[in-house]
């Protein structure tokens, strides 16, 4: 990182097998990369796809994060160790159960994995924003508020996900039902819908 630089490191390395080196050597000693991905059929600088460093990435109890353009053939993306309350999606849930299929998974990995088997958020693993639904609750609280029904039906589907993922991904039933009051109170107001609730 030079002066100026903020955030994490930026790597590039050539494919998946030298990601793969680089997680086993700084997995446990690294607070994150910017790691450079390739676009589509691109081989040079790095032929290393989202999907490949997605999947090395949790074998060894890292997440991934923000992503961000560079040029006509890479972007980046952030790879961080996940953290002790991170939150699961069903997506990288559903990934580890095929890496663990395939024998892929590394310690580390498996920390991971169980810690959130041990405090629940395996469980609560949110889904991602084309398998979202409506869950009960919130549907009970549109039903009491109307106001806030029409609005949420009235939105795109960004938004639609922007309200659901708080609610989904709370941490405990006492946060997702604060959460819930929120929303409704944010679509019974004139607030932004866009902005976490």
């Known amino acids: 990182m030079t002066a100026g630089d903020e955030g994490p490191a930026l790597l590039v390395v050539a494919d998946a097998v030298a990601w793969r ?3 086993d050597s700084h997995e446990s ?7 450079v991905l ?10 290393l796809t989202y999907a490949q460093a997605l999947d090395e ?3 060894s ?3 991934d994060g923000r992503r961000n353009s560079r040029d006509e053939t890479t972007f980046v993306q952030l790879f961080t160790p996940r953290r002790a309350r991170s939150i699961w999606s069903q997506r990288n849930v559903g990934i580890i159960e095929r890496l663990t299929g395939e ?5 580390r990995g498996w920390i991971e994995v169980e810690r959130a088997r041990a405090d629940g958020r395996w469980e609560r693993a949110y889904a991602g924003q084309a398998g979202a639904a409506v869950p009960a609750d919130l549907e009970a609280a549109f039903s009491a508020s109307p106001a806030a029904a029409r609005r ?3 939105l795109r589907a960004a938004e639609r996900y922007s309200v659901l993922h708080p609610v989904l991904s709370a941490p405990s039933e006492a946060a997702r ?3 819930i009051r929120r929303v409704v109170a944010r679509l019974e107001g004139d607030d932004e819908v866009s902005s976490s609730p």
């Open 177 to 179: 039902a604060a959460r």
């Open 29 to 35: 000693d690294s607070d994150g990369v910017r790691l």
């Open 103 to 107: 024998g892929r998974m590394r310690e």
């Open 61 to 63: 109890g890292w997440i």
């Open 21 to 23: 080196a680089w997680l």
């Open 38 to 47: 390739a676009k589509k059929n691109v081989t040079e600088p790095t032929s």
């Open 152 to 154: 949420f039906a009235a």
């Open 57 to 59: 990435a949790l074998c």
